[in-house]
T-cell receptor, first 113, second 113 residues
Framework: DQQVKQNSPSLSVQEGRISILNCDYTNSMFDYFLWYKKYPAEGPTFLISISSIKDKNEDGRFTVFLNKSAKHLSLHIVPSQPGDSAVYFCAASALLGAQKLVFGQGTRLTINP | EAQVTQNPRYLITVTGKKLTVTCSQNMNHEYMSWYRQDPGLGLRQIYYSMNVEVTDKGDVPEGYKVSRKEKRNFPLILESPSPNQTSLYFC????????????FGPGTRLLVL
């Protein structure tokens, strides 16, 4: 039973445009959400997070939006750059920590020049 | 340089032959965790440890053992590997279990024949 779902296995975007990656969750106890970025042959790295008390968090070109009523979050990358090509994982926690982090399946983002 | 190291990076073995994947971190983090990544399933937590001699099961602990005798090391033991344990394994550590501080190792790709 997948509690965190990323329904798009892949996404292709033109350089300079906006990339939007989506994530849905089913467990209403989740109160902290994160996005990780993963390059081939490397471990995931933390990108951005959001607490359930907020609906938006911004860090440079990256913005995460949280819609609690829809149990949906999205990651916006503007403008997209070739170095953004990677696999992006959405993750959620009910403990504001890493003790029980639940990950989505991942979305492979490709930025085309 | 802050890092999580895993050894070996690649391993091919046969069913039933006990193996250990080592994990070491140099950041004095209390919290460490093991994940496996499988296509279509994302990362799933196997075991985690909140400090020396304190470990607990994650979502998919069957067939695995861990130990935490020293703060920096968190080995993953497969007593009798089976083909369904063929996967990409990641070790991670974080400060006080804060998910946004979680560093991942580079991964260990395991093939069980």
């Amino acid at each position: 039973d997948q509690q965190v779902k990323q329904n798009s296995p892949s996404l292709s975007v033109q350089e300079g445009r906006i990339s939007i990656l989506n994530c849905d969750y089913t467990n209403s106890m989740f109160d902290y959400f994160l996005w990780y970025k993963k390059y081939p042959a490397e471990g995931p790295t933390f990108l951005i997070s959001i607490s359930s008390i907020k609906d938006k968090n911004e860090d440079g070109r990256f913005t995460v939006f949280l819609n609690k009523s829809a149990k949906h979050l999205s990651l916006h990358i503007v403008p997209s750059q070739p170095g953004d090509s990677a696999v992006y994982f959405c993750a959620a926690s009910a403990l504001l920590g890493a003790q029980k982090l639940v990950f989505g399946q991942g979305t492979r983002l490709t930025i085309n020049p | 340089e802050a890092q999580v190291t895993q050894n070996p990076r690649y391993l091919i073995t046969v069913t039933g032959k006990k193996l250990t994947v080592t994990c070491s971190q140099n950041m004095n983090h209390e919290y460490m965790s093991w994940y496996r990544q499988d296509p279509g399933l994302g990362l799933r937590q196997i075991y985690y440890s909140m400090n020396v001699e304190v470990t607990d099961k994650g979502d998919v602990p069957e067939g695995y053992k861990v130990s935490r005798k020293e703060k920096r090391n968190f080995p993953l033991i497969l007593e009798s590997p089976s083909p369904n344990q063929t996967s990409l394994y990641f070790c991670a550590s974080s400060l006080y279990g804060r998910a946004e501080t979680q560093y991942f190792g580079p991964g260990t790709r395991l093939l069980v024949l």
